[in-house]
């Protein structure tokens, strides 16, 4: 064999080398699915948000809640046999409220107990997902986070307040202040439906409020403690399984970790879950 033979062969098994990669985890994630789904007699369905790369220009992507998953999700729990747990394990900065609502009410309607697990965080409509749950199970500091609505890049709620302001505005600005202000009664009502399962209607009234209209900015932490104010049913411990489930949805491939740890001297520097 000549040496562009050898060249050829090197590049084509180059090339499946990341195909072959992605089945085996592909079939790693499923095992321990499986394994988790069996030990907990319940349907686990992960959403769960990594960074990816376009595999031709190498351009990273943020991942979001979109149309595709709810789609996916909404099969899910329709094939999960009434009174059967459903577990749906949220790794998640956001994304679509269409997307979120439709996830969240359909686990709000689920015929059985739904147990929502946040190992690291679900933000904004992971976060309203998460209400939809008759249990939250958080990690140490796991954080959910606020739920109002972005218009584009700006918050509703701000784009509101600067509408107030005295002086001219551009007609823009107007509308888009219009646009919020549906937003923010939209998702502060779903919010209210989503609470009133387990909280007293005075009580789901005020937490959707404050999740809902901008008392934060969007990217506010929320960790078990701070939600402990709101009495939502919030139980801090992520089991064992499912934080090892999330080693198995690691970064795209080129992008090293920032972090390394050794815990014990003698022992080999470890690398903890790739953030976000």
Avoid: N
């Amino acid at each position: 064999m000549g040496i562009f033979e050898l060249l050829w062969l090197f590049i084509i098994l180059s090339s499946l080398q990341p195909l072959a990669q992605r089945q085996l985890l592909a079939a790693s994630r499923r095992r321990v699915l499986a394994k988790i789904a069996k030990e907990r007699d319940a349907t686990v369905i992960t959403l769960i948000h990594r960074q990816e790369t376009m595999s031709f220009l190498g351009i990273p992507l943020m991942r979001y809640i979109d149309i595709d998953d709810s789609q996916g999700v909404l099969r899910a729990i329709r094939g999960t046999t009434p009174g059967r747990t459903i577990e749906i394990i949220l790794h998640t900065p956001g994304g679509l409220v269409l997307a979120a609502s439709q996830i969240a009410k359909a686990l709000r309607d689920h015929e059985g107990r739904v147990v929502a697990v946040v190992p690291h965080y679900a933000m904004s409509g992971g976060t309203l997902i998460a209400l939809a749950a008759d249990e939250i199970v958080l990690d140490t500091h796991a954080a959910l986070g606020p739920i109002d609505p972005q218009l584009g890049q700006y918050p509703a709620a701000s784009l509101i307040e600067v509408s107030k302001m005295p002086g001219r505005h551009s007609d823009e600005t107007l509308l888009l202040a219009d646009v919020g202000r549906k937003a923010l009664r939209q998702v502060e009502a779903l919010a209210v439906e989503l609470l009133e399962r387990h909280s007293p209607p005075d009580r789901a009234r005020d937490v959707a409020r404050i999740l809902s209209t901008g008392v934060w900015t969007h990217d506010h932490p929320l960790m078990a403690r701070d939600l402990e104010q709101f009495q939502l049913p919030v139980k801090v411990g992520v089991p064992s399984e499912e934080r090892a489930l999330m080693d198995l949805y690691p970064q795209p491939r080129g992008r090293e970790p920032a972090v390394e740890y050794a815990s014990k001297p003698g022992r080999r520097p470890g690398r903890p879950m790739q953030g976000p």
